[in-house]
């Protein structure tokens, strides 16, 4: 495949998918100069831990939500994953970790419940990744089965 089909396949997974991903914690963030320290320190204080969602059209972060609890984070990964598509839809998903395999099999088991799932291996997240969120991190990455039926 010529360098161009690689960018027009890899320019259409991106149209076609969504990503989302919550952190065990902060600190990473605060360090790296992501989030100020003040945000942090109140939401490492409170034990929040964010949903954060990437912006398709400019790659940059959003914040889609929170909760009390990492347990809680990681659940409500799935809602996210609802508030985009029906229950029960065909959807193809692909979840990733940064040394939290539990929470990624958590996570799994819920949107399987949920959602007709074409599963991609779970996978580790990339280690520049990891070095800007540290380890805890399960995240989501997901779209219409339909959209990607032709993609292996």
Same mark, same amino acid.
């Given at each position: 495949? $010529?360098?161009?089909?690689? !960018?027009? !396949? %890899?320019? =259409? ?8 991903? #919550?952190?065990? #914690? ?27 969602? %990437? ?5 940059? *972060? %959003?914040? =889609?939500?929170?909760?009390? #609890? !990492?347990? $809680? ?10 508030? =985009? *598509? ?35 291996? #779970? ?7 990891? $070095? ?5 991190? %399960? ?14």
């Amino acid at each position: 495949m $010529a360098a161009g089909a690689h !960018l027009a !396949l %890899v320019k =259409r997974v991106g149209e076609a998918t969504e990503t989302v991903y #919550t952190l065990a #914690t902060l600190k990473y963030l605060i360090h790296g100069g992501r989030i100020s320290h003040l945000k942090g320190l109140l939401a490492s204080m409170l034990n929040l831990k964010p949903l954060i969602g %990437v912006e398709p059209e400019q790659g940059t *972060y %959003v914040q =889609r939500g929170q909760a009390r #609890t !990492l347990k $809680a984070a990681i659940l409500k990964l799935a809602e996210v994953v609802n508030s =985009r *598509y029906p229950l029960g839809s065909a959807l193809r998903l692909q979840v990733m970790h940064g040394d939290n395999a539990e929470g990624a099999s958590s996570l799994r088991q819920e949107l399987d419940k949920m959602f007709r799932c074409q599963w991609l291996p #779970t996978s580790s997240i990339a280690p520049v990744l990891g $070095a800007h969120t540290g380890p805890g991190l %399960v995240g989501i990455v997901f779209g219409l089965q339909a959209a990607l039926a032709d993609i292996p």
